[in-house]
């Protein structure tokens, strides 16, 4: 679409979410009417819409503290997906600032550990960290070149810590880990299954969709460290998407 045709959309779709939002009930509600929820899926697409401007003027800038990644980066399909639903085109953030520092300042690497122990890691930064929605997870048993593949793309070990954190609500999201972490081939892989609820960082709302799956780390053998992190989903991405809800 051609940035004019895009910028007329935009000042379209500000009018229609004035026109929308005046037509609120201004009382406190607790069962909104169909009417009422109409407006807010028509103000919903024309934000994710005013959103696909920005990301479209941000990508012609060399120099900016706002990135955008690929729509189909870190799950950015789901979230593809589920913003149409809602009324809305969709954009993916990814956040400069604290994500980008942290990626910057991990803790010494901790090379060749017994598998059992990486094991043990692995389980707390789940369990205890939920570091498949927060990204929160012990860098020092990661090697800084490692690939992470979902069902969706693969992405730099930099990518994934922002892409996961701006993608997102920690507090909203909750990762189940199934059975144990298991140590596999001779410590060469550490696995384990999961079953999370992931609330995505939308404006207003933060839709939620459930997944299962088996992810695989696997370590270097002259380091130890974790070079490959492999989520294979029990759902196609189309199902997870019929999954949303509000």
Same mark, same amino acid.
């Given at each position: 679409? &051609?940035?004019?045709?895009?910028?007329?959309? &935009?000042?379209?779709?500000?009018?229609?979410?004035?026109?929308?939002?005046?037509?609120?009930?201004?009382?406190?509600?607790?069962?909104?009417?169909?009417?009422?929820?109409? $407006?807010?899926?028509?103000?919903?697409?024309?934000?994710?819409?005013?959103?696909?401007?920005?990301?479209?003027?941000?990508?012609?800038?060399?120099?900016?503290?706002?990135?955008?990644?690929?729509?189909?980066?870190?799950?950015?399909?789901?979230?593809?997906?589920?913003?149409?639903?809602?009324?809305?085109?969709?954009?993916?953030?990814?956040?400069?600032?604290?994500?980008?520092?942290?990626?910057?300042?991990?803790?010494?690497?901790?090379? $060749?550990?017994?598998?059992?122990?990486?094991?043990?890691?692995?389980?707390?930064?789940?369990?205890?960290?939920?570091?498949?929605?927060?990204?929160?997870?012990?860098?020092?048993?990661?090697?800084?070149?490692?690939?992470?593949?979902?069902?969706?793309?693969?992405?730099?070990?930099?990518?994934?810590?922002?892409?996961?954190?701006?993608?997102?609500?920690?507090?909203?999201? $909750?990762?189940?880990?199934?059975?144990?972490?298991?140590?596999?081939?001779?410590?060469?892989?550490?696995?384990?299954?999961?079953?999370?609820?992931?609330?995505? $960082?939308?404006?207003?709302?933060?839709?939620?969709?459930?997944?299962?799956?088996?992810?695989?780390?696997?370590?270097?053998?002259?380091?130890?460290?974790?070079?490959?992190?492999?989520?294979?989903?029990?759902?196609?991405?189309?199902?997870?998407?019929?999954?949303?809800?509000?």
């Amino acid at each position: 679409m &051609a940035s004019q045709e895009i910028l007329l959309q &935009a000042d379209s779709c500000a009018r229609d979410m004035t026109t929308s939002a005046s037509a609120w009930p201004t009382k406190a509600r607790r069962k909104p009417t169909k009417a009422s929820r109409r $407006n807010l899926l028509l103000v919903l697409g024309c934000a994710f819409q005013l959103l696909q401007v920005v990301g479209f003027v941000a990508s012609r800038q060399t120099a900016s503290s706002l990135t955008f990644v690929s729509p189909v980066s870190r799950r950015g399909l789901l979230s593809a997906a589920l913003l149409p639903s809602l009324g809305g085109a969709a954009v993916s953030l990814s956040l400069s600032g604290p994500a980008q520092a942290e990626a910057e300042t991990s803790p010494a690497k901790r090379r $060749n550990l017994p598998a059992s122990e990486v094991a043990q890691i692995v389980r707390e930064d789940l369990v205890t960290r939920q570091f498949l929605a927060t990204a929160d997870f012990s860098s020092e048993i990661y090697d800084d070149a490692c690939i992470f593949t979902d069902e969706i793309d693969t992405y730099t070990y930099a990518k994934f810590i922002k892409g996961t954190k701006a993608l997102f609500v920690a507090a909203e999201s $909750n990762v189940r880990l199934l059975g144990d972490v298991e140590v596999l081939e001779g410590g060469k892989k550490i696995q384990f299954r999961f079953d999370e609820d992931l609330a995505f $960082n939308f404006p207003l709302v933060h839709p939620k969709v459930s997944l299962s799956g088996t992810c695989t780390l696997t370590r270097s053998e002259e380091t130890g460290l974790i070079i490959s992190y492999r989520e294979k989903w029990d759902q196609s991405p189309t199902q997870v998407v019929f999954t949303a809800r509000l």
